[in-house]
């Protein structure tokens, strides 16, 4: 690979190459390997980390759950192993990542501000199917998606509480640094509607900001735009396209700037990352948001560090869910074969065949659904992300990580073997969400772990275990609690898609 003297964070070079699965596969072994040393070795012995990461993925799961402590560690381990090997690259020259944003404290950006003139949101709803659900219609929906065991019941009990006090939803005051302002999963919109000051962060694209700017003019709350301090000119007052022409950062190479920019927030705020790129790119950002949110928790800011995590994982899930999944498979008789033809030419797996039990005694299921077709760079991201949640709740931090449903994104749906299975995923008693649907619910459950105080987002609420914290609020789309194993279906939904979208 060419090097690139303005580079910013990136993978190691190790012998003038780089290698996101060596780097991968490292850094999971390092996660592994004080706490587990035999499955370390096991990792780092894998010869194809491409074709062969799945296992590992779970293995890391349930060796976490059984071992004391076993989970933080190594967050803790997998979270060191990265910031070792990573750099970061500013005018040829090359240096760690802490390094890097040590040197580089000088202000990079001014802030423009978009008021808005809409008037604010005072009741939570939902967009679902062409309605706008709320109140009754939005309860009653709730008890639907928990008797379908689309959503564990935590997740419906945070959104009762939003119904039940609309006050929270009054966001005046509040600052959140949305990082992925125009990502189609992100809560931009949501948040401004509810009174919210976003402090966005996005691509100097100015068709994003023009979009992103036109939105945020209609509705209730105020947008803060990053604009460069360069040339010595005040952009500060721009606006419009003006401003979109200008607006933006780029967190690969500026996210030391990112970081003094958020800095100057005064008071508490929210951090929260909804950043999306393919393949090693997902990693280098994610890093890079990592980097700015602990920098500022280092430095005594108040911050609640907020993710999305994705389905598509390994979880410890309860045994409430694991009970309805088992029961779903034995009943599964004639009846299913004439529901879905499909399973007579595929192989179905139970989905718990087996459950663990943590060193304090308390029995989980693994309930694995990793993709294949996502690949180890996604869950290396997705990995770094819930490594941090554990351990800076550990460490008294605020933080929020729920689980998102699958949505039809078009990140996700430009994968043609993905975009099939989506369609065909209903035979199976999955639910697949449509981007609006998920950005209001994902919105709602952010607000709910900054405004409860029960909430498992605050760290002073005692919990069973580390990975209790993805269970609270899961909106899984039936994952969970279905009879298969994901993968076993995941074949044979995008065969039934691919018939259902050509019908």
Same mark, same amino acid.
């Given at each position: ?256 700037? #990112?970081?003094?920019? @958020?800095? !100057?927030? /005064? +008071? *508490?705020?929210? =951090? ?93 299921? #693994?309930?694995?659904? @990793?993709? !294949?077709? /996502? +690949? *180890?760079?996604? =869950? ?124």
């Amino acid at each position: 690979m060419e090097f690139d003297p303005q580079r910013g964070i990136d993978f190691p070079v190790d012998a003038g190459r780089q290698s996101s699965m060596g780097t991968g596969r490292a850094v999971f072994a390092d996660a592994a390997r004080a706490t587990d040393p035999a499955l370390g070795a096991r990792i780092e012995a894998v010869g194809n980390w491409r074709k062969e990461y799945i296992e590992p993925g779970r293995a890391l799961v349930e060796s976490g759950l059984r071992a004391p402590g076993g989970s933080v560690r190594m967050s803790r381990d997998g979270l060191a192993s990265l910031y070792a090997r990573f750099t970061f690259t500013r005018d040829g020259r090359r240096m760690s990542v802490p390094e890097a944003f040590a040197a580089l404290d000088e202000p990079g950006f001014a802030t423009a501000e978009v008021v808005g003139t809409g008037r604010a949101v005072t009741e939570l709803a939902i967009p679902y199917h062409g309605r706008m659900l709320r109140g009754a219609d939005l309860r009653h929906q709730l008890d639907v998606w928990v008797a379908n065991g689309v959503v564990e019941p935590s997740f419906a009990h945070a959104l009762e509480l939003l119904i039940a006090h609309p006050e929270w939803l009054d966001l005046t005051g509040e600052h959140i640094a949305v990082l992925g302002a125009g990502a189609e999963m992100g809560p931009t919109s949501c948040l401004l509607d509810w009174g919210a000051t976003v402090w966005a962060v996005d691509l100097p694209r100015p068709e994003l900001w023009r979009r992103v700017i036109a939105d945020a003019e209609h509705r209730a709350g105020r947008l803060h735009v990053p604009v460069p301090n360069a040339g010595g000119l005040d952009r500060s007052q721009l606006s419009g396209s003006a401003l979109a022409a200008v607006a933006g950062a780029d967190l690969l190479t500026q996210a030391p700037e #990112v970081r003094t920019w @958020l800095a !100057g927030i /005064q +008071g *508490p705020f929210t =951090l929260g990352n909804y950043v999306y790129a393919d393949g090693p790119l997902h990693v280098r950002v994610s890093l890079a948001i990592d980097a700015i949110g602990t920098d500022l928790v280092d430095r005594g800011h108040d911050v609640m560090l907020a993710w999305l995590a994705t389905p598509t994982d390994v979880f410890a899930t309860p045994m409430e869910a694991v009970e309805e999944s088992r029961r779903r498979w034995r009943s599964a008789g004639l009846w299913r074969f004439a529901r879905s033809p499909l399973r007579l030419v595929g192989t179905f797996e139970q989905n718990y065949p087996d459950t663990v039990w943590t060193a304090t005694g308390v029995e989980y299921g #693994v309930c694995d659904c @990793l993709v !294949g077709q /996502q +690949g *180890p760079n996604y =869950l290396l991201a997705k990995r770094l992300q819930r490594w941090r949640a554990m351990a800076a709740r550990e460490d008294g931090v605020r933080v929020s990580l729920n689980v998102a449903p699958s949505t039809r994104t078009h990140s996700v749906v430009k994968n043609k073997a993905l975009a099939a299975a989506y369609a065909g995923a209903g035979r199976f008693g999955l639910e697949i969400f449509e981007p609006e649907t998920s950005n209001a619910i994902m919105a709602a459950l952010l607000v709910h772990d900054l405004r409860n105080e029960r909430a498992t987002s605050n760290p002073e609420v005692p919990i069973v275990h580390p990975m209790q914290l993805f269970v609270d609020g899961a909106c899984h789309g039936g994952l969970w609690r279905s009879e298969y194993a994901a993968r076993s279906v995941l074949g044979l939904a995008a065969v039934a898609g691919m018939f259902e979208r050509n019908a």
